[in-house]
């Protein structure tokens, strides 16, 4: 079994084949699992923002990766390390603070990210 199916369309001598993919021959029921088309509706809207929100995060993560080389690269140029782990301390604390145990999980995965980028 494929995702995808084909279908043939004729249009006078020439012949077009349209693929489409599984999400699209999907009803709204089974793309957001709701049961009833209000649910399915606030399910939509809500995922179109969480996409949105999605990108702006993105958009931080990159923005913060971009400063974070700064601040490296100024620190391994003037003879220190690149890595500052009382710093790296604060900042999972922040984290936790705010969001608790998985907050923990989620700034280790941004120092991940952040390090190492010079
Ligand atoms: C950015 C710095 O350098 C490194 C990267 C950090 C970060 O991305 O937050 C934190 C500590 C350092 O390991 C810093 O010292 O502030």
Do not use: F, W
Not at 40 to 63: F, K, Y
Request: negative net charge; glycine residues 10%; contains cysteine.
């Amino acid at each position: 079994m494929t995702a995808t199916s084909t279908e043939q369309t004729t249009a006078g001598n020439s012949t077009t084949a349209e693929k489409s993919t599984a999400a699209e021959n999907s009803t709204a029921a089974e793309r957001t699992g709701a049961h009833t088309p209000e649910a399915v509706d606030v399910i939509t809207g809500a995922r179109e923002r969480i996409d949105a929100l999605d990108d702006r995060i993105i958009g931080l993560i990159q923005e913060r990766m971009a400063v974070s080389a700064v601040i490296q690269e100024a620190r391994i140029t003037s003879g220190g390390r690149r890595v500052n782990l009382s710093r790296e301390m604060e900042i999972l604390g922040h984290y936790r603070d705010a969001l608790g145990k998985p907050g923990t999980g989620l700034a280790m995965t941004l120092l991940e990210l952040c390090r190492g980028r010079v």
